[in-house]
């Protein structure tokens, strides 16, 4: 079935940073749609940014990844990060009949002054 | 602008008792979700519906049972609680297409002693 790995548990970095999560996924279906989720202390998580467009870079609120179907990945990366970047960050993947989202195991984003 | 209310937000159980979580929404979207969060292990899919009267099992459904009576609510119950469980469950909607975002409940909060 499909899968979504995410790899570090925890990222820890100062403010003004530089951010990359990182997000590979696996499926048989060759349109998939690549999602990141955010979820704040005590909030639901909620939906960053998505995308199904290869090599296409789409942004919202400072954060930005680009789908490459060529190596499965779908990083988000942000240029300077900010306190209230701290939070925990979900990729999941869409694909087939779509239905269902699968979601990865989870970064939590730690930003220290 | 629409809401997803989940019921109760805190549940404490005894070991073996079945319990009942309930979720409303009135977005009028046709897809809903239960996932269940737990630390290090991110979102994982318990059930799903893509219209009323409509269930389909998710990657963790066995210790679970749901039901979709009406387009606008989803219930689940823990057929038998486990001792020690601790766990968030998270209701979602969505239109169900491939590309649509889903919008998460606040959750669900279950302490079995």
């Known amino acids: 079935g499909d899968s979504v790995t995410q790899t570090e548990g925890l990222v820890t970095l100062t403010e003004g940073l530089p951010v990359m999560l990182n997000c590979t996924y696996q499926t048989i279906y060759s349109n998939p749609f690549l999602f990141w989720y955010v979820q704040h202390l005590n909030e639901s998580p909620r939906l960053l940014l998505k995308?199904?467009?290869?090599?296409k870079r789409t942004e919202h609120q400072g954060f930005h990844a680009t789908l490459h179907k060529s190596s499965s990945s779908f990083h988000l990366q942000k240029s300077s990060a900010q306190l209230s970047d701290s939070a925990l960050y979900y990729c999941?993947?869409?694909?087939?009949?779509?239905?269902?989202?699968?979601f990865g195991t989870g970064t939590s984003l730690l930003v220290d002054p | 602008g629409g809401i997803i209310t989940q019921t109760p937000k805190f549940l404490i159980g005894q070991e073996g008792q079945k319990l009942t979580l309930k979720c409303q929404q009135n977005?009028?979207?046709?897809?809903m979700y239960w996932y269940r969060q737990d630390s290090g292990k991110g979102l994982r899919l318990i059930y799903y519906s893509i219209t009323e009267n409509d269930l389909q099992k998710g990657d963790l459904s066995e210790g679970y049972d749901a039901s979709r009576e009406k387009k606008s609510s989803f219930s689940l119950t823990v057929t038998s609680a486990q001792k020690n469980e601790m766990a968030v469950f998270l209701c979602?909607?969505?239109?169900?297409?491939?590309?649509?975002?889903?919008?998460f409940g606040s959750g669900t909060r279950l302490l079995v002693i």
């Open positions: 977005f009028n979207h046709d897809t």
């Open positions: 995308s199904f467009t290869d090599n």
């Open positions: 999941a993947l869409s694909a087939g009949m779509g239905y269902k989202l699968t």
């Open positions: 979602a909607s969505s239109i169900g297409e491939g590309n649509s975002d889903y919008t």
